[in-house]
């Protein structure tokens, strides 16, 4: 479990499957993401990050408040599989709307940061997003990741013809960390 002033990063359990469907099934959240999701499609999306983090140790992890325990999203890290962060440590996060402009993914992403690069091998942590998802790359930002341009990708797993297909990387070396 990786806690923050705020926030709590944990495994996922049974009751999470709700609220975050809530999440995965909001418009708003999803325009950048990709189309709304379905209960049945949030249930196998737990299923592989839970998958991920008996595999590898990490994940993208259920993400809560700890005021009041509300499941508000998810954030960790995750071995990349897409473009040029293939293989690479990947950070994501991903939260309910209501909770945006509070601060809580630059909290949860830096938590998620520290704990990579105390426990992780990696020289370097990567994030990747659409071109447009101006939120996430103001976070990445935030966190010290430089936009790698060089890096543009057209994400493989999504359409020629998506709108949601361009995306960018943003890189920030173990030795720029300023937790180091």
């Known amino acids: 479990m990786i806690e923050t002033a705020r926030l709590r990063m944990r495994s996922w359990r049974e009751d999470d499957l709700a609220p975050f469907h809530a999440i995965c099934a909001d418009p708003v959240v999803m325009a950048t993401l990709g189309p709304v999701m379905s209960r049945d499609e949030t249930a196998a999306l737990i299923e592989r990050v839970k998958a991920r983090e008996a595999e590898h140790g990490h994940t993208f992890w259920a993400l809560e408040r700890k005021d009041d325990g509300a499941l508000i999203g998810w954030c960790g890290v995750i071995r990349?599989?897409?473009?040029?962060?293939?293989?690479?440590?990947?950070?994501?996060?991903?939260?309910?709307?209501?909770?945006?402009?509070?601060?809580?993914?630059?909290?949860?992403?830096?938590?998620?940061?520290?704990?990579?690069?105390?426990?992780?091998?990696?020289?370097?942590?990567?994030?990747?997003?659409?071109?447009?998802?101006?939120?996430?790359r103001a976070v990445m930002e935030r966190l010290g990741m430089r936009y790698c341009p060089e890096l543009d990708f057209a994400h493989p797993r999504l359409a020629g013809d998506d709108p949601l297909r361009p995306h960018v990387a943003y890189c920030l070396p173990r030795a720029e960390w300023k937790g180091a």
């Open 80 to 136: 990349g599989t897409d473009g040029p962060v293939a293989g690479k440590a990947e950070l994501g996060w991903r939260l309910a709307s209501a909770c945006w402009g509070q601060g809580y993914a630059s909290e949860a992403a830096r938590g998620a940061l520290e704990w990579t690069f105390a426990n992780l091998p990696d020289d370097a942590a990567w994030a990747i997003t659409h071109t447009g998802n101006v939120r996430s």
